[in-house]
């Protein structure tokens, strides 16, 4: 205990050491990552997992004295990003709002998302209406952080209010600035989404998983962010921990892909695998097709290919998606050089058209996939016709947690 006023000041109640101080402000900024990637997006804006509700309300509790974010506002916000994700009406697109203004200005972006009270109305939906949320949290969410502050001067005093300080500033920067920013700027990427998403890092540790961006794109609705045997999520680490103790439920992973060998045509199992895996499908094309190519035309084209920059060469990915016009002219330029890479790129056109056209009429797509094969396996190029023939045997392996 403090023996005067200027040892409170100093101190606070707990006159804490160095390391303590270090610790709780690990500790209180892990719970902060972890409210937000457990609780508010793969709980409630992804409906991935269950959460007990002693557990659920802790994390609405302390995100609310941590963050003043409400729960329906940062869920229909989150929804709508990835309904109109890379778009005019993306609330926070580093393509279209600019990598700068989304990474130091990400509050004021999420503010004014939070101002647009119809798409909080459509998209808010399945969120928490109980008597707190209606009394408290909501109308008074910026009552939380003032009573951690006080909270935070009196057992630490003056250090208390500086620790509070960088709290306040946590999320708005690592997920408002780094996740939204950077994780649709710069990394690696495991899945051609229609999205700029990236995998910053395969280790998910420090925001709580929500590095493997990408992959979350790829499979949104996941409560497992890693997905390939180097990844490591610390979030989904979490989940299986309070799953083992009864406080949580996984309702959904990522599909697992099986190929089925022999098979002749595509099937209902095929077009089930390949609706619930177009990412993964479209990926497996550019690495095992138009990669393989890319290294031929390499062997062939000599100082033509070292004309085109990587990323005009990335392009080929996605049709050239997110290239501005002139490069996107000067990649079909190339392309039409290229008999090979221009009947390549397409079938992988097609292709994308088929999956991404998501008919009610599951019999005309398979028409469409019937036909697709056909064609690839008569075009006389070993890469694509190997692949339309493994394609042929997609299917979904039961999901394993």
């Not at 959460?51 to 940062?74: C, D, G, N, Q």
């Not at 959904?252 to 993964?280: H, S, Y």
């Amino acid at each position: 205990m403090p023996a005067s006023l200027l040892d409170f000041l100093a101190g606070g109640l707990l006159q804490a050491s160095v390391s303590t101080l270090v610790i709780y402000f690990l500790v209180a900024t892990q719970l902060t990552i972890f409210s937000v990637t457990l609780y508010l997006h793969r709980s409630m804006a992804h409906r991935a997992v269950d959460f007990h509700p002693v557990l659920a309300h802790f994390f609405r509790f302390w995100t609310w004295l941590t963050t003043s974010m409400i729960t329906r506002e940062w869920a229909a916000i989150h929804r709508k990003h990835h309904a109109k994700c890379e778009t005019e009406e993306d609330p926070h697109s580093p393509q279209i709002k600019g990598i700068k203004t989304v990474f130091w200005r990400g509050v004021e972006l999420y503010r004014e998302a939070r101002a647009q009270r119809e798409d909080i109305e459509k998209y808010g939906k399945g969120c928490p209406d109980d008597w707190i949320e209606r009394k408290l949290y909501t109308p008074h969410a910026t009552m939380g952080p003032v009573l951690l502050l006080f909270i935070s001067f009196a057992l630490f005093g003056f250090v208390g209010i500086a620790m509070w300080a960088i709290q306040m500033a946590w999320i708005p920067f690592w997920a408002a600035g780094v996740v939204n920013g950077l994780g649709h700027w710069w990394g690696y990427r495991n899945f051609e989404t229609t999205d700029t998403a990236t995998n910053l890092t395969p280790w998910g540790v420090w925001i709580g998983g929500e590095e493997l961006h990408n992959n979350h794109h790829a499979f949104p609705s996941s409560a497992k962010f890693a997905l390939r045997k180097f990844e490591f999520d610390i979030g989904w680490s979490a989940i299986k921990l309070f799953q083992a103790v009864g406080l949580a439920k996984v309702l959904r992973v990522a599909p697992t892909l099986d190929v089925r060998p022999n098979i002749a045509m595509p099937d209902g199992e095929t077009l089930k695998a390949l609706l619930a895996i177009r990412f993964q499908a479209m990926t497996d094309y550019y690495r095992n097709v138009t990669l393989p190519a890319l290294r031929e035309e390499r062997r062939q084209a000599g100082e033509r290919m070292r004309a085109l920059p990587r990323k005009l060469r990335h392009g080929l990915a996605d049709g050239g998606r997110w290239l501005d016009d002139d490069k996107r002219a000067r990649l079909q330029a190339w392309v039409d050089e290229s008999p090979r890479m221009a009947q390549l790129a397409d079938f992988r056109a097609r292709l994308a058209q088929v999956l991404d056209e998501r008919s009610n009429d599951a019999q005309a797509t398979l028409q469409k996939l019937h036909a697709w094969c056909t064609e690839a396996e008569a075009s006389g190029i070993a890469a694509l016709q190997a692949f339309s023939a493994r394609m042929k045997g997609y299917a979904l392996a039961p999901a394993h947690a």
